[in-house]
């Protein structure tokens, strides 16, 4: 009778040691499976087309601002999470859509259509309307999206933030 309850209870220490085990094993394994899998994820989470909206907003010849929600927003963003751009249209099927943050530090910069230049407030940073650098600090022209059209709209990857580290990654040759 007593062999049999020590039994029991040996049985019930092992079942119970197997499953303390098995939850310590999922513990430790749940974040290595969750790194070995981070590229993956990333790739996806990054490759976010998003629509600036249908191609009659943005006329030929003209440069607009334009507005999309930034599509790794998370509830306490709000209002920060609409991120702007400017749309340049050089034809009926070619754009160029920038940035709006300075080359330099990141400052929003603003289109002056009257004398064609973008210009950054902070330092006084100025471009071209095809975004190349003209005069000031920026070391070099602004960063621009990926894009394409797609059903009559207008659409960009917002996912990759056009910057010297995304082209690096894109041109390795660039260093
Ligand atoms: S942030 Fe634009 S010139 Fe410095």
């Not at 993956?40 to 990054?46: R, V």
């Not at 249908?54 to 991120?83: C, H, I, M």
Request: proline share 7%; hydrophobic share 40%; glycine share 10%.
């Amino acid at each position: 009778m007593s062999e049999e309850k020590g039994v029991t209870r040996r049985s019930l220490l092992l079942t119970f040691g197997i499953a303390l085990n098995g939850i310590i094993a999922a513990a430790i394994a749940m974040p290595v499976i969750g790194y070995l899998l981070s590229p993956i994820k990333k790739k996806a989470a990054y490759n976010q087309w998003i629509t600036l909206g249908s191609l009659n907003q943005f006329p030929e010849g003209e440069t607009r601002l334009a507005n999309f929600v930034n599509p790794f927003k998370r509830p306490q963003d709000g209002e920060t999470a609409k991120t702007p751009c400017w749309v340049r249209r050089v034809s009926a099927d070619k754009f160029q859509v920038f940035a709006i943050n300075c080359a330099h530090l990141g400052c929003p910069v603003r289109w002056f259509p009257q004398s064609a230049l973008f210009m950054c407030p902070c330092h006084g940073g100025v471009y071209y309307a095809d975004g190349e650098r003209a005069s000031g600090p920026p070391e070099r022209g602004m960063f621009q999206y990926d894009y394409k059209v797609v059903g009559g709209e207008l659409h960009i990857n917002a996912g990759l933030m056009p910057t010297l580290a995304e082209l690096k990654r894109k041109s390795p040759c660039l260093g």
